[in-house]
C-alpha cells in the first residue's frame, strides 16, 4: 500500500492558461474522488467515479473543468482558462467500497 | 442537503490539558461521520470513524469521539494532549443509503498544544 499520490505537489499559472493534474489511487481501490480545499475551509466535493464512470459531480465544476478516469486506475483533472479563483488545494482521494475515503497529499495551484 | 458545523475555529491548549472539538451536523437521513488529522505540510488522515454499532469510537493514538443522535453530535475528546497533536481536525459526514459517497467536511478546528 503505497497511499494515494498526486502530481504536481505544487502547480504556479498565468490566469487563462490550461492546467491538469493526475492522481494515482491506491491500486486495489475502484472509488476515486476530487476534492477542493482553500484557505480557511474544510475541503469541497468536486466530483467522484467508480472505475472509470464518473458518478457524481458538483456543482462546484463548472464548463471549465473535466475529469476523466480512462482506465478505471488513475485520473486526470483539468481546468481550462484558469482564473485567480481557482487558485486552492486540489485533493484527490480513493477508496473501496464502502470503505474509507484515503486522501493524497493534494497539489497546491496558484493563479497569478 | 447536508452540513457540518466546528464551532470552534481555533482551540489552544496546555500539553496534557484534556480537549474537546465540537461538531454538530445537519441532516435529514442518517449519516456516517468521521474525523480527519491534518498535521502541517501534510495531507488528510482519517483518525476515527462511526458507521455503526457502539456510539464511542477510539483512535490509536488515544483520541475518542461519541455519536449523540440526538444532539446531533459527534464531538472528538483527548483526556490529555501532546506536542505531537497540534494540527488541524475536520468532521465529516456522509450520508448513508442515499447512493452518494462525498464527504461534506467542517470548516476545520486548528488545535496548538502549548508547552
Known amino acids: 500500500d503505497t497511499g494515494v499520490s498526486q502530481n504536481p505537489r505544487h502547480k504556479i499559472t498565468k490566469r487563462g492558461q490550461n492546467v491538469t493534474f493526475r492522481c494515482d489511487p491506491i491500486s486495489e481501490h475502484n472509488r476515486l474522488y476530487w476534492y477542493r480545499q482553500t484557505l480557511g475551509q474544510g475541503p469541497e466535493f468536486l466530483t467522484y467515479?467508480?472505475?472509470?464512470?464518473?458518478?457524481?459531480k458538483s456543482r462546484l465544476l463548472s464548463d471549465r473543468f473535466s475529469a476523466e478516469r480512462p482506465k478505471g486506475s488513475f485520473s486526470t483533472l483539468e481546468i481550462q482558462r484558469t482564473e485567480q479563483g481557482d487558485s486552492a488545494m486540489y485533493l484527490c482521494a480513493s477508496s473501496s467500497l464502502m470503505d474509507t475515503q484515503y486522501f493524497g497529499p493534494g497539489t497546491r495551484l496558484t493563479v497569478l | 442537503a447536508q452540513s457540518v458545523t466546528q464551532l470552534d475555529s481555533q482551540v489552544p491548549v496546555f500539553e496534557e490539558a484534556p480537549v474537546e472539538l465540537r461538531c454538530n451536523y445537519s441532516s435529514s437521513v442518517s449519516v456516517y461521520l468521521f474525523w480527519y488529522v491534518q498535521y502541517p505540510n501534510q495531507g488528510l488522515q482519517l483518525l476515527l470513524k462511526y458507521l455503526s454499532g457502539s456510539t464511542l469510537v477510539e483512535s490509536i493514538n488515544g483520541f475518542e469521539a461519541e455519536f449523540n443522535k440526538s444532539q446531533t453530535s459527534f464531538h472528538l475528546r483527548k483526556p490529555s494532549v501532546h506536542i505531537s497533536d497540534t494540527a488541524e481536525y475536520f468532521c465529516a459526514v456522509i450520508l448513508s443509503g442515499a447512493g452518494s459517497y462525498q464527504l461534506t467536511f467542517g470548516k476545520g478546528t486548528k488545535l496548538s498544544v502549548i508547552p
Open positions: 467515479f467508480q472505475n472509470e464512470a464518473q458518478l457524481e
